[in-house]
């Protein structure tokens, strides 16, 4: 017997696919087995689903639920921006100010290793805004100028992090340690160059993919943070101070390059930027609501907004570039 109906969320586009109960509050989690053949059918093809109506009661449940897809939740390792664990894996979103957008992403495309799920629940909706823009990076890919796309394809990507001195998150909470041993091992284990300067903060340079390979479905997505990490994301004038202060681009709290250290353009940055906006798929929250994504096929923003709002997040099933 069905208890859900299966359409699309937005007239007219196939991401995302919207799950809905047929009688609002059944659990989500009791649901799943009747759901998990429409899930396994269809998010390698639509990248993102959204179950709504469904009911599911606080952090603990969608721990349980995002982990009974049968992988262990992720801890939140060499992080790149500031989180809260709620319980054992699973996470605030990402805590910047609310008048802040945080631009299209795939979770942890600025390293070698990501999840390759990622699920979001959203406990209380924005009194305005606030929405989880997401978009296609199969399409993304295709979209990219042909020379943009093959540069990155074939230089990759160097990510240059420095931590601390009040300008980006302690080393100590990204590497959830005090342990300078700890940190040496862990980048160690995952092609990280690390270094530890005069001051007694940390440095770590990684060169990582500019596009990627979906494991099961073979295709290409864009796949990386530059537009993220890079300066020309800073607007002009926090740039200009935020130069004046460190003295150069190699001490910014985070800068990026292509692999072989060469400098990327703000120009080309800003093509990237261009295609990513055309591709962004946004729809309001509703309380309950649990977005799930194939985090490769499906790129997550954050719009500002105004009043509370509580959306948590959960990763699993670890994948390693090789």
Known sequence: MSV????????GKTLPLLLKADKAGQPLGAALPMLRDTIDRHLTDCGGIVFRDFSLDGPDAFRAFAADFG???LTYEFGSTPRSQVTSGVYTSTEY??????????????????????????????QEGG???IADSRAIYRDMPQAVRERFAEKGVMYVRN???????????VFGTESRS??????AGHDIECEWKDDGELRTRQICQGTAQHPVTGEWVWFNQAHLFHVSNLEPEVRESLLDVVGDETELPR???YGDGSPID?????????VLETHKISFPWQAGDVVMLDNMLTAHARAPFKGPRKVIVAMAEAHRQG
Not at 4 to 11: D, G, N, R, Y
Not at 103 to 110: S, T
Not at 182 to 187: D, G, K, L, S
């Open 4 to 11: 859900f109906s299966v359409q699309p969320l937005i007239e």
């Open 71 to 73: 992988h262990p939740l």
């Open 97 to 126: 100010p609310p008048h802040q957008h945080i631009p299209l992403h795939n979770e942890q495309a600025y390293t070698r290793d990501w999840p390759m799920k990622i699920w979001f629940y959203c406990m209380q909706p924005a």
């Open 131 to 133: 929405e989880t823009p």
């Open 163 to 173: 931590y601390g001195n009040g300008l980006d998150v302690d080393w100590q909470q």
């Open 182 to 187: 700890e940190v040496e091992a862990y980048c």
């Open 255 to 257: 800068n990026v390059f």
């Open 266 to 274: 703000d120009e080309t940055l800003a093509t990237v930027r261009n």
